[in-house]
């Protein structure tokens, strides 16, 4: 019976049929207007954050959106390989590794639409950044370390890579701010070296890299513990870190004792400043990084370059929340996170 009704077809019009459902998928519903990509340096709630606003944005100006969120450098170049076989019309990308990508990111950018966002790669063929100065970001940090320890102290440092260009820059600015250096970009300091300060007050112990993996990073906050019992105060660099460090001093019986400063914005982090056990921390704005790297690509899909400006550069820049101002900032988070704007 089958076969009785296949013969009713003119064999062109069955093939044409059945190129038309490999090109629309088994449900048979077509993919109509441009395609893009979010791609994330990992999974963290700052990605969640970040992308619940590019998923906003898709819903806003009717497109499609992928959130791609790999783990670890050789998933993400291979993400990309795929990306660009399934053939999208645009992608945001924060790079792991910026200096190794070039050579991808620049086949990327031949393929399609190209946008770094959070994290830059600036010597490849990216169209823009989308992203805030993580050197100044850093120097904030910097401040609420020295504010949290007027009498000065041992400070030890944590975050997932330094070799991503947000982390090395982040980084490099906390330290200076610490020390009470007069700000240079292009310092570089060792992870492995003590760093004082010429007055002597501070001291950063150095700085522990845990590449994303939680394990690793509460680990290494606990080992900083036992091999520094004094130490006056723990910084986390990226919105895994504070957590993990509030879990290592709760274990030892030393939340409180041991000033915790952080960056990003994970309910642990927030809830720490509400109650105390954590200074304050450092924040950027995930929301928009999603939000306005799908309308910069949007825009650029339509032939529209005017909002690319010639620094190459959109600044989203960060904010410091405290006890003074924590509640209002979660309470527009939440929002957030629940598309409820």
Sequence with gaps: MILNSVDKFSRPALVACLLALVATGCNGNSSEGPRFAFVTNGVASFWTVAAAGAKQAGKDKGVEVTVVMPNGLTDQTRKLEDLISRGVDGIAISPINPEHQTDILNKVAKETLLITQDSDAP?????????????????????????????????????????????????????DAILGREPDRTRRDPPGEVL???????????????????????????????????????????????????????????LGEVKVIG?????????????????????????????????????????????????????????????ENVDEFWTTLKKQLAGDL
């Design 123 to 175: 010597d490849s063929d990216r169209l823009v950044y989308i992203g805030m100065d993580n050197y100044q970001a850093g120097l904030m940090v910097g401040e609420l370390v020295r504010d949290a320890l007027p009498d000065g102290g041992s400070v030890m440092l944590f975050i997932g890579r330094i070799d991503q260009d947000n982390g090395r820059y982040r980084r490099q600015g906390t330290i």
């Design 196 to 254: 004082r300060s010429d007055d002597g007050k501070y001291q950063v112990l150095g700085t522990l890299t845990d590449d994303l993996d939680m394990a690793k990073a509460k680990a290494n906050a606990e080992d900083t513990l036992t091999r520094h019992p004094d130490i006056a105060a723990m910084v986390g660099l990226f919105v895994g870190n504070p957590p993990t460090i509030l879990e290592a001093l709760d274990r030892a019986g030393k």
């Design 263 to 323: 960056f990003d914005e994970d309910d642990a982090t927030l809830a720490g400043i509400r109650d105390g056990t954590v200074v304050g921390t450092v924040v950027q704005d995930p929301f928009q990084y999603g939000y306005q790297s799908i309308e910069m690509l949007v825009n650029l899909h339509k032939g529209d370059r005017s909002g690319i400006p010639e620094s190459k550069y959109i600044e989203v820049p960060p904010r410091m929340i405290d006890k």
